[in-house]
């Protein structure tokens, strides 16, 4: 007869849920997100246009939709903890393939790796997290921010990286930040694969459930607004504090101020996302969301900027963590993986068709505050949307 299982400490949960956190750190803090650190490089030293700057984002995102697509069956396959090292790993391989070489090609197809990556961790990852915010019902809230936090940590060290090594190496240096940025994806992934993260992935999140859209459609609409609409701010704001006279001190102090209000979600957000079982946290987080977005557009001094990143990046990861939150309120765990898929797949159709038009507004009208505009009208749109999101019954799928 074999021991009885002990239970695992609040504190090891914690733990658990900032290793799973690293997921994200590499597939979207570093993955996707330290692009837009070296677009402004790369497009000088290889001669993009803002459309081809802004393709490598939309082939990243659409690498994140065919992964968010597969990401459910893929957990299911192989178990959420195999899937999260794994496709952590594979991002962290494919920031090195973007450090070998300046192919517009290889480079397309790395940015699709990474981007397919990205979305299996985050799915299965975003599901172990749930699963031990499930257990905790007093933290919850705050656990499961900690896991969509996550790229916060990415986009922080990317801050303090990037911007000073384009700076001492020069122009024509963005394969550098690539490898630096693989140095740090490499250091992050080792936890995964020495944490149990197999404690987590017991139990019904791994089975299939079944999802309606129809119930929900609202809410999708929403996301892919979302997604749509924070990837241009996301993608183009370095290049347009670059434009504004802005050297790599002032660079790095954004992008961090991005990643470091970002850290701080989980305690900002854990009562609001707590408020509604239906869109209620998300217009509230998503409206914050577009208020920090529009703030370039009233000016181009470092206080609004710095108040900009603030902003926008409080409510950025936050927004992801609603959709959690209204997943895990309104269906049984069984449904889990599914339903988080299906909000990952809206956001990644969004996000996938974002950059490529909002360069080429951006090509056609020769300024970057178009590509703000529509950004931050997009996210409103959502956030007005949200509202009209209705609380399901608990465990029904339609």
Request: contains cysteine.
């Given at each position: 007869?074999?021991a009885?299982?002990?239970p695992?400490?609040?504190?090891n949960?914690?733990w658990l849920i ?13 993955g996707r997100f330290?692009y837009?650190?070296v677009?402004?490089d790369?497009r000088?030293?290889?001669?993009w246009s803002?459309?081809?700057a802004?393709?490598?984002n939309?082939?990243?995102?659409a690498?994140?939709?065919?992964g ?7 957990a299911?396959?192989?178990?959420p903890?195999?899937?999260?090292r794994?496709?952590t790993?594979a991002a962290a391989?494919?920031l ?5 070489t300046?192919?517009?090609i290889?480079?397309s ?9 990205a979305a299996?961790?985050f799915v299965?990852g975003?599901?172990l997290?749930?699963?031990?915010a499930?257990s905790?019902?007093a ?9 969509y936090a996550g790229?916060g940590?990415?986009i922080?060290l990317s801050g303090l990286?990037a911007?000073f090594?384009?700076q001492?190496f020069?122009p024509g ?6 490898w630096?940025?693989t ?5 992050m992934?080792v ?13 019904p999140q791994t089975?299939?459930?079944?999802f309606?859209i129809?119930?929900v ?7 892919f607004?979302?997604?749509a609409?924070?990837?241009?701010y996301m993608?183009f704001?370095i290049a347009y ?5 802005g050297g790599?001190?002032a ?6 101020l991005?990643?470091?209000s970002?850290?701080a979600?989980p305690?900002v957000w ?8 239906g ?10 969301n ?12 470092p206080l609004l900027l ?5 902003v ?12 959690t939150?209204f997943?895990?309120?309104?269906y049984?765990p069984a ?11 809206s956001?990644?159709?969004g996000q ?5 038009v909002?360069g080429?507004i951006t090509?056609a009208?020769?300024s970057?505050s178009?590509?703000?505009?529509v950004s931050?009208?997009?996210l409103?749109?959502g956030a007005i949307l ?10 029904a799928p339609?």
């Open positions: 007869m074999s009885p299982e002990r695992t400490a609040p504190a949960l914690t900032l290793i799973l956190s690293l997921a994200p750190s590499v597939g979207l803090g570093l330290a837009s650190l677009l402004p790369m000088d030293s290889l001669g803002y459309s081809s802004g393709f490598m939309t082939i990243n995102a690498g994140y939709l065919a968010a697509l597969i990401a459910a069956s893929v299911r396959r192989f178990g903890a195999a899937s999260t794994w496709s790993a391989v494919s090195a393939l973007c450090a070998l300046g192919n517009f290889v480079l197809f790395a940015r699709l790796v990474v981007g397919i990556a299996i961790g299965a975003g599901t997290a749930a699963t031990i499930q905790q019902p933290r919850s809230n705050v656990l499961l921010s900690l896991f790229p940590i990415g922080l990286v911007p090594v384009l001492y020069g240096s963005w394969w550098i930040v690539w630096a940025m140095v740090l994806a490499i250091a992934t936890p995964m694969f020495v944490a149990r993260l197999d404690i987590a992935a017991s139990g089975a299939r459930g079944r309606a129809r119930p459609i609202i809410l999708l609409a929403a996301y607004l979302f997604g609409g924070y990837i241009a993608t704001m504090v670059r434009d504004g006279g790599a001190l660079q790095s102090a954004f992008w961090s991005i990643g470091l970002a850290l979600t305690w854990r009562r609001t996302l707590g408020l509604d079982r869109g209620l946290s998300m217009t509230i987080v998503l409206g914050v577009a208020i920090g977005a529009a703030m370039p557009l009233l000016g181009h001094t710095g108040l900009s990143a603030l926008f990046g409080v409510a950025f990861f936050a927004v992801v963590t609603s959709t939150a997943v895990r309120f309104n049984p449904a889990w993986p599914t339903a988080i898929a299906a909000m990952t797949i956001f990644g159709i996938t068709l974002g950059p490529v909002v080429a090509d009208m020769g970057l178009y590509a703000l505009n931050a009208a997009m409103a749109a949200s509202a009209f999101q209705r609380p399901l019954q608990r465990g339609s």
